[in-house]
Every structure is written in C-alpha cells, then in structure tokens.
C-alpha cells in the first residue's frame, strides 16, 4: 500500500522504493505521535506527504544539475566565455549568495528558521514540525507568511 501511494506521487519505481523506505523511516519515528484513530489513513497521509517531499527534492536536484550543466557548458564555450568572465561569474555568484544571507536576517526569527530548514537545509515539512514541535500546519503557515513578508520587503531588482 505505502509503495503504491509513493509510485502514484513519483510515477518511477525505483524513485518510488526509496521514498517507500523514506516512509518507513517517517512512520517509524512520528509513532509517538499516533492518537490510534484510523492507522490506515494515518500512514496514508504520512505517505503521501513524504512522497510529495521526495519528488520536490528530486525537482530541486534535477534544476541545479541543469544549471551546472548549462554553467559547464558556457565555461567550455572559450568563444563566449573567457577564463576571467568565468571567475567575474563566480564572484557574482558568491556576492548573491552573501547577500541572501544578510537580507535573511531581516526576516523574523519565527519565520527565518522555517525558510531556512525548508529552503536551505531542504527538510520536509514533517522533519521541521519533528525539530520544532509544532504541527505540520503550523510549518506550512509559517512559510507561507515568510513569503508574504519576504515579497512585500524585498526587491527583485536588489538581487540581480
């Protein structure tokens, strides 16, 4: 049943067994937390919410090795890139990801910690809610108004 709820998520089975034993691993440790109200449904839905996880993970992976390959790509390309805009870029790079940091220190702490463990550290709701001890609802509110904040003070153009 967990293995059919992660390959209706995932829709590759090898993607699908290791989110299965991902599950297990989830179910296992939130077993404190079961109230014995309907088992079936209650790992269903840790299923499927880990499941979820797994392909957004996948997704983010998937992004960044496309990125890379595009970088490598324009790096190898001598026509268009030199070795000094290759490092012009880099530094461009690490600037961004400084000031990232900085502006993130503007949010407030509730918020910053939550963006934080989702976006940087790339835990799942359920791993967040486990550390902080808070429900899973309480994650996904916190980054929702992490964004609204975050959209109302931030400017696109900064970050370019």
Do not use: C
């Amino acid at each position: 049943m967990i293995y059919q709820l992660a390959y209706s998520v995932l829709k590759h089975p090898g993607d699908a067994e290791d989110a299965t034993q991902e599950i297990f691993v989830q179910i296992h440790r939130a077993l404190p937390q079961y109230e014995y109200k309907g088992l079936r449904t209650w790992m269903s839905r840790i299923a499927i919410n880990k499941a979820i996880d797994h392909r957004r993970k996948l997704l983010r992976a998937r992004e960044q090795a496309i990125i890379h390959q595009e970088q490598l790509a324009r790096a190898q390309d001598t026509s268009v890139f030199s070795p000094h805009t290759v490092v012009e870029q880099a530094i461009h790079v690490q600037e961004t990801r400084e000031y990232v940091h900085e502006q993130l220190q503007t949010v407030p702490d509730n918020y910053r910690e939550v963006v934080v463990d989702y976006y940087f550290k790339e835990k799942s709701y359920q791993e967040i809610a486990d550390e902080q001890g808070i429900s899973t609802k309480t994650v996904e509110s916190k980054l929702y108004r992490a964004k609204k904040w975050i959209r109302n003070r931030w400017k696109e153009e900064d970050f370019r």
